[in-house]
């Protein structure tokens, strides 16, 4: 299973490359209609405009390499680590994306929910390993939505 796992992804990077000729990226068409996530909803659900304040909705983001999604379209593609309210001083926190949209002023935010620490008797397993930033966290998260910069945000995890 990971063997073809890797063959895939080698195969859709290929396909990627900028250099490729139009015959190859008709391919590249047809691999990602095949084989890219499909969602519940239409196209008219996925991208939908706000009346109220100029707003447009988007189910998913690719910027700069990276998928991102909100946890109703893709779960796993919308946990991240980001910077609180941009301080890059201090560690990253992790969220679920609930919302991504653009603003009047062509800003990629989103709307994230942020994970909550395990307050409960659970031992954290890594807790002992100093140098390794690992943390244990809840599965509820927190009751508001923050807004987030799209390049506030580190990375995905799991």
């Known amino acids: 299973m990971l063997y073809s796992f890797i063959k895939t992804s080698k195969l859709h990077r290929w396909l990627s490359?900028?250099?490729?000729?139009?015959?190859?990226?008709?391919?590249?068409?047809?691999?990602?209609?095949?084989?890219?996530?499909?969602?519940?909803g239409t196209l008219g659900e996925e991208?939908?405009?706000?009346?109220?304040?100029?707003?447009?909705?988007?189910?998913?983001?690719?910027?700069?390499?990276?998928?991102?999604?909100?946890?109703?379209?893709?779960?796993?593609?919308?946990?991240?680590?980001?910077?609180?309210?941009?301080?890059r001083l201090s560690s990253p926190v992790p969220g679920s994306i609930q919302h991504i949209y653009a603003t009047p002023t062509g800003e990629l935010v989103f709307a994230v929910h942020k994970l909550l620490l395990c307050h409960d008797q659970s031992i954290d397993p890594f807790a002992m390993y100093p140098h390794f930033p690992a943390k244990m966290y809840s599965s509820s998260s927190s009751s508001h939505l923050e807004n987030v910069k799209v390049s506030w945000v580190v990375s995905h995890f799991a």
Not at 17 to 40: G, N, V
Not at 56 to 84: D, E, M, P, W
């Open 17 to 40: 490359r900028p250099d490729c000729s139009p015959a190859i990226q008709e391919c590249k068409f047809l691999f990602d209609s095949t084989y890219a996530p499909k969602s519940a």
């Open 47 to 87: 991208l939908a405009e706000d009346p109220l304040d100029d707003t447009i909705l988007c189910a998913r983001l690719k910027f700069n390499g990276i998928v991102y999604s909100r946890a109703s379209t893709h779960v796993g593609n919308s946990q991240v680590f980001y910077y609180s309210q941009g301080d």
